[in-house]
């Protein structure tokens, strides 16, 4: 088994600054690519930013240059700065799990909330 664990959400206001933090544990033979996602009320879950095991990093186009993500280990972070009350979501850290060698399972936490006032 493998869990994913979220932290470092909350409630912020516009224009202030959050990291994202998730840890990785358990059978992990390596890790793949970490991410994270949202998912805003009615909307579908959408990648946000993700980085690669050599470290090549992807941002969805509305958080570009504003968002940082990182990884250590079997940790992932996301620092986003000049927060806007449209990032308002809950926010799922994923990452893709080899088991073991040849065999890549997908793993999500359990979502931390967002909130950011105008």
């Known amino acids: 088994q493998v869990q994913l664990v979220e932290s470092g959400g909350g409630l912020v206001q516009a224009g202030g600054s959050l990291r994202l933090s998730c840890a990785a544990s358990?059978?992990?033979?390596?890790?793949?690519?970490m991410g994270w996602y949202r998912q805003a009320p009615g909307k579908q879950r959408e990648l946000v930013a993700a980085i690669t095991s050599l470290g090549s990093t992807h941002y969805e186009d509305s958080v570009k240059g504003r968002s940082t993500i990182s990884r250590e280990n079997a940790m992932v972070y996301l620092l986003m700065n000049s927060l806007k009350p449209e990032d308002t979501a809950v926010y799922y850290c994923h990452a893709g799990v080899s088991i073991r060698p040849g065999v890549i399972v997908d793993y999500w936490g359990q979502g931390t909330q967002v909130t950011v006032s105008s």
């Open positions: 358990g059978s992990i033979f390596s890790i793949n690519a």
